[in-house]
């Protein structure tokens, strides 16, 4: 974060979020909440809670925000609007969004990317094929929602690529839990690790536990064959040792979670790096949570990491914080120091543009120069060091500070 | 086995280098005697002329302090210093000037002690080459 005294004026105030689900919502709530003027891009099912996330206070949680929102005249929410361009800096973002067959430009002081996870099953899990006996844990969800019934003895397997994020565990604990108490039949489940940091979720694994969900923690891989009309799942048990071998009229698989589908599109659009999985923003600890290599954009909920619905609205509302802290007073605070560009000497190679890792370059055609934006200048000096005609000086650290400060005495 | 007291330039980045020499200071390690340490915001910022410039006046040997690989507070400003580092030993050893004399080392804030350590290894290796010829 900033630190200087100096200001520049920010072109724009409003602020523009680009997301999946609801904490776009809450986001948007709390920056309106404190004056500011937003446009929320995500799609309409965003304020619909999803089966895997419904609990009481969820969806009420969610229809309070959603017929807020919709009341709210400082809130734009354009629920087919999707984002097509990004250019800008700090105070001054131009966005271009898609709505329907138009195209409007507009521009925003900063930015919000967020977004919603998807999950895959892997197909050939254990070369069954679609088998009717093994479903995902949505699915499971969906079923119990539409009432529909639970056969005999059920198993629900988690982690079976990385481990899952916690709310799988908390999803699958519930639904375990429910079937058990409805049915009455064996209900196991099978884990690397049972992940109860969600809210409850400790309550609700000694609950489900203590009305006898079985639940095994399995060292390995787990094989699964089909055996008759059932299904044979064997697995090595982490703390007997033994092999064990269940039988499953049905087997609930935990899907794979993985980063969501605009991720990608998401950074090259805006020069946010992704990390080794492909959430936005860098594994970094200076930018962690919702910051990014970027002034004016910021990332929240499941776009920077997979795994549990309260935590994303938390996150949500920080990030709008982080949001007001840079924007609220209509002014960008300027770093310590910031670089400037020589125009006589800059021969416009565009080294320095594409070595920023803040965007911070841009180039000015009438003076034929590069120039640094102020605004989005971090005063690394990297640019600094590599411009080839040496022309970009960063004050405080220039060739001749460095010579100096080289020369003191030992 | 210090035969002499080189004359060491270390250049720190400010986010760690900088801070782990002034905590090592207040904690009052002993370092090396004859230690010039000049801070840059980012390892990204030293220049390879600035090393040579250093060995140019006098300095038997160099240090260069930056981040833990993914600490960089500007991504990648450590990944460039190493390549630059690595490269110029090569043409170091090219030109006759003994490789040994220029060192890199990645460090954290919190680590005081792997300063004076890094330092005091420097200064044996530096020492064994001997003082630098200025022609």
């Known amino acids: ?410 | 086995m210090v035969n002499f007291n080189p004359k060491l330039v270390v250049f720190a980045c400010e986010n760690s280098g900088m801070k782990a020499a002034e905590e090592a200071e207040k904690l009052k390690l002993t370092v090396p005697e004859k230690l010039t340490i000049v801070s840059l915001p980012c390892g990204g910022r030293l220049d390879t002329a600035h090393i040579l410039k250093a060995l140019e006046r006098g300095a038997d040997g160099v240090v260069v302090l930056v981040c833990h690989i993914d600490n960089c507070r500007y991504l990648h400003g450590n990944e460039r210093t190493v390549k630059r580092v690595n490269e110029l030993k090569r043409l170091l050893d090219a030109a006759g000037i003994e490789p040994n004399r220029l060192t890199l080392s990645h460090i954290a804030a919190v680590e005081p002690a792997k300063f004076v350590e890094i330092l005091n290894s420097a200064c044996e290796k530096i020492s064994d080459e001997g003082r630098i010829v200025n022609y």
Not at chain 1, 124 to 139: D, F, N, S, V
Request: hydrophobic share 40%; aromatic share 6%.
């Open chain 1, 1 to 410: 974060m900033a630190d200087g005294s100096l200001q520049v004026p920010a072109v724009s105030s409003r602020v523009l979020i680009v997301g999946g689900d609801i904490s776009c919502l809450a986001a948007a709530e709390t920056l309106a909440g404190l004056g500011m003027d937003v446009m929320v891009c995500s799609p309409a099912e965003t304020a619909d809670t999803p089966a895997w996330k419904r609990t009481e206070t969820t969806s009420s949680e969610h229809n309070r925000l959603k017929e807020h929102i919709l009341s709210l005249s400082n809130v734009r929410w354009i629920p087919d609007g999707t984002i097509q361009s990004l250019s800008g800096f700090a105070g001054e973002y131009r966005a271009s969004v898609q709505i329907g067959k138009n195209v409007t430009s507009d521009v925003f002081g900063a930015v919000m990317f967020s977004g919603t996870c998807h999950h895959i099953l892997k197909p050939e899990e254990w070369g069954l094929g679609k088998a009717k006996r093994i479903i995902g844990l949505r699915e499971s969800l969906e079923m119990w929602e539409d009432n529909k019934q639970f056969p005999g003895r059920v198993i629900f397997l988690l982690d079976t690529g990385k481990d899952d994020p916690p709310d799988a565990t908390e999803n699958t604990l519930g639904l375990a839990h429910r079937v058990l108490m409805t049915y009455g039949r064996e209900v196991s489940v099978l884990c690397r690790n049972m992940r109860v940091s969600t809210e409850g979720g400790e309550t609700l694994y000694r609950t489900a536990r203590g009305n006898g969900v079985v639940i095994y923690k399995y060292r390995g891989n787990v094989s699964v064959e089909k055996a008759g009309k059932c299904l044979n799942v064997n697995f090595e048990d982490e703390y007997s040792n033994i092999r064990l071998n269940l039988k499953a009229d049905l087997l609930v698989v935990a899907e794979e979670t993985l980063p969501p589908e605009t991720a990608v599109e998401l950074s090259s659009l805006s020069g946010v790096e992704t990390d080794a999985e492909g959430y936005l923003q860098a594994e970094n600890v200076w930018m962690y949570p919702t910051l990014t290599n970027r002034r004016g954009i910021f990332v929240f909920g499941e776009i920077h990491s997979a795994g549990d619905g309260a935590v994303s609205l938390e996150d949500a509302r920080a990030a709008a914080l982080e949001v007001y802290d840079l924007l609220g007073d209509g002014n960008i605070i300027l770093g310590e120091r910031v670089g400037t560009v020589d125009s006589e000497k800059c021969a416009v190679c565009l080294t320095c543009l594409r070595s920023c890792p803040h965007g911070a370059v841009s180039i000015n055609g009438e003076e034929q120069s590069a120039e640094i934006v102020k605004a989005a200048c971090y005063g690394c000096g990297i640019c600094s060091a590599i411009c080839p005609a040496k022309a970009i000086t960063l004050e405080g650290h220039t060739d001749d500070d460095v010579l100096r400060l080289m020369d003191r005495p030992a």
